[in-house]
């Protein structure tokens, strides 16, 4: 059974920095893209950054591009967000994608965690 977990959400005042954490088990992904979206309220949820199985190759939305990190670590079957200089437009509730076959569109994606909070105070 596959489950995908993750961790690391909380409240951070703007400029601050926060790491969410993935867990993909039950397959292996090391061949699939993996990656992080995220949705405000009343929003659709939105592309935030992919990486390739191999961890070469990767995306980021023009939003968080610079101030993002995306990497993965496929002998922990995990993938991590770091996200620093954070701004109060970054909140919302992070979700993360497994299986993949890259891009921005969510129906790339199989398997998708619950999601975690992210807040960011002005």
């Known amino acids: 059974q596959v489950q995908v977990v993750e961790s690391g959400g909380g409240l951070v005042q703007a400029g601050g920095s926060l790491s969410l954490s993935c867990a993909a088990t039950?397959?292996?992904?090391?061949?699939?893209?993996m990656g992080w979206f995220r949705q405000a309220p009343g929003k659709e949820r939105e592309f935030v950054a992919c990486i390739s199985g191999s961890g070469r190759s990767t995306y980021y939305s023009d939003s968080v591009k610079g101030r993002f990190t995306i990497s993965r670590d496929n002998a922990k079957s995990s993938e991590y967000l770091q996200m620093n200089d954070l701004k109060p437009e970054d909140t919302a509730v992070y979700f993360c994608a497994a299986g993949g076959l890259g891009g921005d569109n969510p129906k790339a994606y199989m398997y998708w965690g619950q999601g975690t909070q992210v807040t960011v105070s002005s």
């Open positions: 039950g397959r292996s992904f090391s061949a699939h893209y």
